[in-house]
């Protein structure tokens, strides 16, 4: 494993991350700070929410970031180098595996989503204060906020390597779309007790468990999964996301 290589790679995103910030931050808050406004500020002022209501989109809110920081971070990129700036041949020419190629990626998208959870905290705070919520353990917050952003990370991979630049639509309107709706962002997952077969059906959804995660650590006041049960979710959707992302980035850089 080359360090050095590895380390040039993380440098030159993270350059251009600092490059293009203004326009990564449009594309990450503006629908979500929307949908703070409209059902945090507005409908709960108005009194068609409670004033609780807040606190439950909260963890929702900063899983959607989370998400589409993390799969835009990765896949966008991936599309355009291997579709059409072909950048990702001199990548692929460093002294080290394939496979670290793809890594790197991953890791840089997850700091991205990583940073793009977090700096959803203090943006409710000021849209929507007083918004109570509690952290009762760091630890457990820290080890769920960074599972969901290597699982964003990782389906970006796996989106990046799989979808074809004429797909491009097609993944946002029927994969990512769906996802946040029935992802419990907007609503805690016992909200579907009336509705059985939907509420197990969407236990494929990965972004049920950074939900409920997030909901279990920072609002636990509220009804959620299980931590155990987000925990193993989370875990099993980061390892199969990374081994067919790998699977896919190997496949498309060989060929």
């Known amino acids: 494993m080359n360090w050095k290589c590895f380390f040039a790679m993380l440098g030159r995103d993270a350059h251009v991350v600092r ?4 326009l990564l931050l449009t594309q990450t808050f503006l629908q979500p700070l929307m949908f703070v406004f409209i059902f945090g500020r507005v409908m709960v002022r108005s009194g068609y929410m409670p004033e609780a209501y807040k606190s439950l989109l909260l963890p929702g809110i900063m ?6 920081t993390g799969v835009w971070a990765v896949a966008m990129p991936l599309i355009a180098e ?3 700036t072909r950048e990702i041949e001199d990548r692929l020419l460093a002294p080290m595996d394939i496979s670290w190629v793809a890594i790197e990626k991953v890791f840089a998208g997850a700091v991205q989503a990583l940073l793009a959870g977090l700096m959803v905290i203090p943006m409710a705070w000021l849209i929507l204060r007083p918004i109570p919520f509690n952290i009762p353990s760091i630890g457990t917050f820290a080890c769920v906020t960074v599972m969901v952003a290597l699982f964003s990370a990782c389906g970006g991979l796996a989106l990046g390597c799989s979808v074809n630049q004429n797909h491009i639509g097609v993944m946002f309107s029927m994969v990512l779309t769906p996802m946040i709706f029935f992802g419990c962002t907007y609503y805690p997952w016992s909200a579907l007790n009336s509705f059985p077969i939907l509420q197990k059906a969407v236990l ?3 972004l049920v468990y950074a939900s409920e995660g997030l909901r279990a650590t920072m609002v636990p006041q509220f009804p959620h999964l299980p931590l155990l049960a987000v925990l193993i979710g989370l875990a099993v959707f980061d390892c199969v996301l990374l081994v067919v992302g790998l699977r896919q980035f190997r496949n498309k850089a060989v060929s």
């Not at 490059?19 to 203004?22: G, L, P, Y």
């Not at 899983?63 to 589409?68: G, K, L, N, R, T």
Request: glycine share 0%; net charge positive; aromatic share 32%.
């Open 19 to 22: 490059r293009n910030f203004f």
């Open 63 to 68: 899983a959607i970031s989370m998400v589409f």
């Open 204 to 206: 494929i959804n990965p």
């Open 82 to 84: 291997f579709q059409f």
